[in-house]
């Protein structure tokens, strides 16, 4: 099997599952991208994953993430099986365990992930092939020790810096970040508040963490401040966009999972594109 890097190159999208179509999956491999992660937790029977490549040619396709309190893990290693056998070495699964305020059978959740990841790995998902959406040091090291590695979201470069010393040199490490293609600061900046805000500032996982990473009660307040959201999304043009999102590359990550913000309603595909030139792919 050819060494996960390797299957996703440096650059990949993220997009919500609702948000996502055969050709525009299509347009993502054509600009570059080496992968597509599909978020909102896509059903486990992964339908979509498997119509997603069956439209590609070469591009690697992952969740981000299948929700273990929603899906059961026989199910889902069966289906992994299924599009493994059809599209072999393209498809990436990412699992998870949501989040408190969204799930109401939330309790020992670590327990719960470490149990559905091993009985992915006993159903025969080969580890190489299994990601864990992890934030903080103890579902970093379950990352390390028992799959292939981690795909944090909702993260700043030094975010990744302090994941990769706790995974080591071997593991994935493919963290999220968002961007806004607008050199109208203020523009650019509302568009990110207003994803960054609703809902993940009302999530304690993710507001945990920045406060781990050093952010204050004011910044994660009324919003966000400016400084927190120019953290968390790169903006501006695409050549700046590209260099905010290399800090990650240069903070240890392998690969780097953009999450293209627009205007409702607006074809993201020119931003991918423009972002894709940028990036040299």
Same mark, same amino acid.
């Given at each position: 099997?050819?060494?996960?890097?390797?299957?996703?190159?440096?650059? !990949?999208?993220?997009? !919500?599952?609702?948000?996502? +179509?055969?050709?525009?999956?299509?347009?993502?491999?054509?600009? !570059?991208? !080496?992968?597509?992660?599909?978020?909102?937790?896509?059903?486990?029977?992964?339908?979509?994953?498997?119509?997603?490549? %069956?439209?590609?040619?070469?591009?690697?396709?992952?969740?981000?993430? &299948?929700?273990?309190? #929603?899906?059961?893990?026989?199910?889902?290693?069966?289906?992994?099986?299924?599009?493994?056998?059809?599209?072999?070495?393209?498809?990436?699964?990412?699992?998870?365990?949501?989040?408190?305020?969204? +799930?109401?059978?939330?309790?020992?959740?670590?327990?719960?992930?470490?149990? *559905?990841?091993? +009985?992915?790995? $006993?159903?025969?998902?080969?580890?190489?092939?299994?990601?864990?959406?992890?934030?903080?040091? #103890?579902?970093?090291?379950?990352?390390?020790?028992?799959?292939?590695?981690?795909?944090?979201?909702?993260?700043?470069?030094?975010?990744?810096?302090?994941?990769?010393?706790?995974?080591?040199? $071997?593991?994935?490490?493919?963290?999220?970040? #968002? /961007?806004?293609?607008?050199?109208?600061?203020?523009?650019?900046?509302?568009? %990110?508040?207003?994803? /960054?805000?609703?809902? *993940?500032?009302?999530?304690?996982?993710?507001?945990?963490?920045?406060?781990?990473?050093?952010?204050?009660?004011?910044?994660?307040?009324?919003?966000?401040?400016?400084?927190?959201?120019?953290?968390? &999304?790169?903006? %501006?043009?695409?050549?700046?966009?590209?260099?905010?999102?290399?800090?990650?590359?240069?903070? $240890?990550?392998?690969?780097?999972?953009?999450?293209?913000?627009?205007?409702?309603?607006?074809?993201?595909?020119?931003?991918?594109?423009?972002?894709?030139?940028?990036? #040299?792919?």
């Amino acid at each position: 099997m050819t060494q996960l890097r390797d299957r996703l190159g440096r650059w !990949g999208v993220w997009r !919500g599952a609702a948000q996502v +179509t055969p050709q525009l999956a299509a347009e993502v491999e054509q600009a !570059g991208f !080496g992968a597509l992660w599909l978020g909102g937790s896509p059903d486990g029977d992964l339908a979509l994953a498997e119509e997603l490549l %069956g439209a590609t040619q070469a591009l690697t396709v992952g969740t981000s993430i &299948v929700n273990m309190w #929603k899906d059961g893990p026989h199910e889902v290693a069966r289906s992994f099986a299924r599009v493994q056998e059809r599209f072999p070495d393209r498809f990436v699964l990412g699992v998870g365990a949501g989040h408190r305020e969204a +799930t109401q059978q939330y309790e020992r959740p670590y327990d719960t992930l470490a149990a *559905y990841v091993d +009985t992915l790995l $006993g159903d025969g998902v080969p580890r190489d092939s299994l990601v864990l959406a992890a934030l903080g040091p #103890k579902v970093l090291r379950l990352s390390r020790d028992r799959t292939g590695g981690a795909i944090p979201y909702l993260v700043p470069p030094e975010h990744t810096r302090l994941a990769r010393d706790i995974l080591g040199p $071997g593991p994935l490490l493919a963290p999220e970040h #968002k /961007v806004v293609l607008d050199t109208d600061t203020e523009r650019a900046r509302a568009l %990110g508040r207003a994803r /960054v805000q609703n809902p *993940y500032l009302g999530l304690v996982n993710y507001t945990s963490n920045l406060r781990r990473l050093g952010w204050s009660d004011a910044d994660l307040g009324d919003g966000g401040s400016d400084a927190l959201v120019d953290a968390l &999304v790169a903006h %501006g043009s695409a050549e700046q966009v590209a260099a905010q999102l290399s800090q990650h590359l240069e903070a $240890g990550a392998d690969h780097v999972v953009a999450q293209l913000l627009t205007e409702p309603g607006a074809d993201p595909v020119p931003g991918y594109r423009a972002l894709a030139q940028a990036l #040299k792919l």
